[in-house]
């Protein structure tokens, strides 16, 4: 198993919030492998979820560009 100063530098590269570390760290330090891949998978899921969010945004604003560039279409 990878070294805890490795598991967390990537955990704190990908975003991990300090308690899910702090909980990763735990697990790892008591040999619970099977929950701290549990640990990091909660943790993957929540950064997806701020990717979809971050993608409806962008929807958003591509919806909005598209639209005024109707608008201006209409006014010529």
Do not use: F, P
Request: proline share 0%; hydrophobic share 35%; glycine share 4%.
């Amino acid at each position: 198993m990878k070294e805890w100063a490795i598991i967390k530098e990537c955990m704190t590269d990908a975003g991990c919030s300090a308690a899910a570390i702090r909980q990763a760290e735990s697990l790892y330090r008591s040999g619970q492998a099977e929950e701290l891949i549990r640990c990091l998978r909660v943790c993957r899921c929540h950064r997806l979820e701020e990717i979809h969010d971050k993608q409806k945004q962008l929807d958003r604003l591509d919806m909005l560009i598209r639209d005024t560039k109707i608008i201006e279409g209409e006014s010529s």
